[in-house]
């Protein structure tokens, strides 16, 4: 079972990577052992908003543990999401609706994006948050989209 559980994770985690395109990652701590602790960035493209981008940086823990992929990053990152084509909102926009996941430590922590909309504003609203299988966290970042005509160039 402990096998399984395992496998499943580890599943998930080359899922999951394959959701984002990694910008790249600069570092922030030196580790004398082990890679240094960094933040990375990685984009994504709103999958059912066409004309929607986001970038979310990440803090990543180094080490030794952090190089063999079994640190647990911690719950720290920003997000910006920004109008990059036309956008075309769908007949029924759902009032909450998940646009992305990736997973933090090896097992039961992932970091999602949400996405809402202000129909009053005609604004979409992501926000990023950190999950466990047991507690979440109060950490979060919002960034917000006008939906408004295409500027094109």
């Known amino acids: 079972m402990k096998r399984a559980t395992t496998i499943i994770a580890v599943i998930g985690l080359w899922s999951a990577a394959a959701a984002a395109e990694q910008i ?38 180094g080490g030794v543990k952090g190089s063999l992929g079994l640190a647990e990053d911690p719950s720290r990152f920003a997000i910006a999401c920004r109008q990059t084509g036309p956008i075309t909102l769908p007949d029924k926009m759902p009032r909450e609706e998940s646009v992305f996941s990736e997973n933090t430590s090896i097992l039961f922590k992932e970091t999602k ?23 979440g966290s109060p950490m979060n970042s919002i960034s917000t989209v006008p939906v408004m005509p295409w500027q094109g160039r």
Do not use: W
């Open 24 to 61: 790249g990652c600069t570092s922030t701590t030196f580790r004398l052992f082990g890679a240094n602790d960094r933040v990375c960035i990685s984009a994504f493209d709103d999958p059912h908003i066409p004309g929607v981008s986001c970038h979310v940086s990440q803090a990543r823990t």
């Open 113 to 135: 994006v949400v996405r809402m909309y202000d129909e009053k504003r005609r604004t979409l609203v992501y926000v990023a948050i950190s999950r466990k299988v047991i507690e």
